[in-house]
């Protein structure tokens, strides 16, 4: 009868085990374990259902001998409890062990060029083959690519390719685009955008698409609202946009600061969406609780869970130096209740 744990009591099967089971021997039982191709495949299948039967597990240190590769990957991510890169952090973990690596993950108080090379420093030591980083400020950005010469390759989420090799991300610019035109498109033309931080790539792309979007409708597009990707930052940032009653729309750059703005509009008496004084809101994430707020939020969606498999295909491509897979995934509009036409307009 076949098993995939160890029974209680005996010993773990070893590679010798495997090679008696196969029919093979203990160099071919090696060579499969080790991801050789000079076999054939029916030998190759023998030796993997021998492996599944008695359940056996490498020994990784053993391995690492023989192939020189550690088959370990580094994650370096913050502490900012944010939905988008915690997401995403936890789906490297995941498709980095489906993928066979073993996945060490450090977690950084702040984005600072030090913590950043320390946190990079700390995974060379333990001989990662690759690193994704999840952050794409200006410094992790420059210590990112200053990495490229070390042979360690340094995949960086929401990155700008013109500033490093390896990036993986959503379409920002697209999705921005997306946000802003389905609000002209109910006849909008005050839009105000509240910003994320500038020293982000995903912040200046975000602001990128919301202006590429207004002046190719013909409108010229306002100073930006600054914020800091907070529900405390749009809720100061909304106290200044309820004042001013010209204003019928915002975009916002993440869902966060959209839930701040329109707490501070609620408390102006400014209705989202609809009324004589009313605003509609588009954010950019789609939080899980932003279809449970009042009123249900229009965002952009980025798939998180795409964006950290990929960046596992992207780090194997680097690793084996062949092309990697197309770095942008596409956004999705979700339209819900906070956008409207503005009164006295037609959609």
């Not at 023989?66 to 890169?85: D, N």
């Not at 194997?316 to 819900?336: F, N, Y």
Request: net charge neutral.
């Amino acid at each position: 009868m076949s098993r995939s744990q160890p029974e209680p009591g005996r010993r773990s099967p070893v590679m010798a085990d495997v090679a008696r089971l196969a029919g093979v021997s203990h160099q071919t039982v090696s060579r499969v374990i080790n991801g050789q191709d000079n076999l054939r495949p029916a030998t190759r299948e023998k030796v993997e259902e021998a492996i599944r039967q008695l359940g056996y597990r490498p020994n990784t240190a053993a391995r690492a001998l023989v192939t020189r590769r550690s088959a370990t990957i580094g994650v370096i991510g913050s502490k900012s409890g944010f939905w988008g890169p915690s997401t995403v952090h936890r789906t490297i973990q995941a498709a980095g062990r489906e993928a066979g690596y073993f996945v060490s993950s450090v977690n950084l108080q702040s984005l600072a060029r030090a913590e950043v090379v320390d946190a990079i420093d700390h995974l060379r030591a333990q001989s990662v083959e690759g690193i994704v980083l999840i952050s794409a400020t200006d410094e992790a950005l420059e210590v990112a690519r200053a990495q490229e010469h070390l042979g360690v390759p340094v995949v960086v989420v929401e990155g700008d390719p013109h500033k490093t090799r390896w990036t993986v991300g959503v379409d920002q610019v697209a999705g921005a685009e997306a946000g802003t035109q389905h609000l002209l498109d109910l006849g909008h033309t005050e839009i105000v955008h509240l910003a994320g931080p500038m020293d982000w790539t995903e912040a200046r792309a975000r602001q990128h698409g919301w202006q590429n979007a207004m002046r190719a409708a013909g409108l010229r597009p306002a100073d930006p609202v600054p914020g800091d990707w907070s529900a405390a930052s749009g809720f100061e940032a909304g106290r200044q946009i309820a004042a001013r009653e010209d204003v019928t729309a915002v975009f916002c750059a993440n869902d966060q600061m959209a839930l701040g703005l329109m707490r501070a509009l609620h408390e102006a008496g400014r209705t989202v969406p609809s009324g004589p004084r009313g605003v509609s809101v588009v954010g950019f994430d789609d939080i899980p609780e932003a279809a449970y707020l009042i009123p249900p939020l229009t965002t952009v969606r980025q798939d998180f869970q795409a964006v950290g498999h990929r960046a596992i295909e992207i780090l194997q491509a680097a690793l084996a130096d062949e092309p990697a897979p197309e770095r942008l995934i596409g956004p999705e509009l979700v339209v819900r209740a906070s956008s409207a036409a503005p009164v006295g307009r037609k959609p």
